[in-house]
Nanobody, 128 residues
Framework: QVQLVESGGGLVQAGDSLRLSCALS????????MGWFRQVPGEEREFVAA????????YYADSVKGRFTISRDDAENTAHLQMSSLKPEDTATYYC?????????????????????WGKGTRVTVSL
């Protein structure tokens, strides 16, 4: 079965950095677009970042541009989200998604709908 397992969440102070990881299993990674969403309880989920095997297929939400970096480790079938200059507004549960044979662009505009593969989430809390 396809599985996505996130890790790396935690409690940090504003201005700190954190790296999230998402390991994919049960599916070929090389032609799979990967992305991240985040959600606050009671609020709608929000797109954060996405990338694919295409070098120019990479997207970020305006709120995280310049602070977050998404990357892929093909050898480990793992996507990473390096988060820097964290703000309290970044506090949320972060979910990894996988979209086989799709694109990061599609993930970026999907709002999560139509994406079949989700991780269970990792919590990020940024204090003042």
């Amino acid at each position: 079965q396809v599985q996505l397992v996130e890790s790396g969440g935690g409690l940090v102070q504003a201005g700190d950095s954190l790296r999230l990881s998402c390991a994919l299993s049960g599916r070929a990674f090389s032609r799979t677009a990967m992305g991240w969403f985040r959600q606050v309880p009671g609020e709608e989920r929000e797109f954060v970042a996405a990338s694919s095997w295409r070098p120019d297929d990479i997207y970020y939400a305006d709120s995280v541009k310049g602070r977050f970096t998404i990357s892929r480790d093909d050898a480990e079938n793992t996507a990473h989200l390096q988060m820097s200059s964290l703000k309290p507004e970044d506090t949320a549960t972060y979910y990894c998604v996988a979209a086989p044979l799709s694109t990061a662009q599609r993930i970026s505009v999907s709002r999560g709908y139509g994406i079949d593969h989700w991780g269970k989430g990792t919590r990020v809390t940024v204090s003042l």
